[in-house]
């Protein structure tokens, strides 16, 4: 109520017979009941601003998006660590062409024969497939005789 006048309606009508009057003037305890639900809604409401953090436990992998922080295994003759990229995941790469850095290199892996002795075991495979070639050109003719 606005009380705007002095006049109360309390004391010029009877309410004996208004019943209906009478239910809509606040009781005391209605009155603690809408205070308590807006103190309710009001902490409702100012949880909606604290911030929010949920924990979930799991199994599985984690990737990320994109492919150069991916682990990614790279098989060298000479060990040590990428230290950067020059290409990225579906590049077009010519020969000669720097693919990566790698540094903590040991002076022990620098071998001045290197190159002769990768030739050498190049050509090993090479006649040892041909080795097998023969081999199977033999049976063959083992067969054929038979």
């Known amino acids: 109520m606005l ?3 002095n006049i109360r309606i309390k004391e010029s009508i009877p309410f004996s017979g208004a019943k209906s009057l009478v239910m809509t003037l606040p009781v005391k305890e209605s009155q603690k009941r809408v205070r308590i639900l ?3 809604m009001l902490v409702f409401f100012g949880m909606l601003f604290l911030p929010w953090t949920q924990n979930i436990r799991s199994k599985g992998y984690v990737t990320a998006l994109r492919p150069d922080q991916r682990p990614q295994t790279i098989h060298s003759v000479i060990a040590g660590r990428i230290e950067k990229w020059y290409v990225s995941e579906g590049a077009f ?3 000669g062409d720097t693919i990566l ?3 903590e290199i040991k ?3 620098f071998d001045s024969l290197l190159l002769p002795r ?3 075991q190049v050509n090993a495979k090479t006649f ?3 080795s097998y070639g023969e081999k199977v050109e033999a049976l063959k003719a083992q067969i ?3």
Do not use: F, G, H, W
Request: hydrophobic letters at 40%; a positive charge.
């Open 3 to 5: 009380n705007i006048s």
């Open 38 to 40: 807006t103190v309710i």
């Open 93 to 95: 790469v010519s020969k």
């Open 101 to 103: 850095r790698i540094s």
């Open 107 to 109: 002076d022990e892996y």
């Open 118 to 120: 990768t030739q050498q």
């Open 128 to 130: 040892a497939a041909r």
């Open 144 to 146: 054929q005789a038979l």
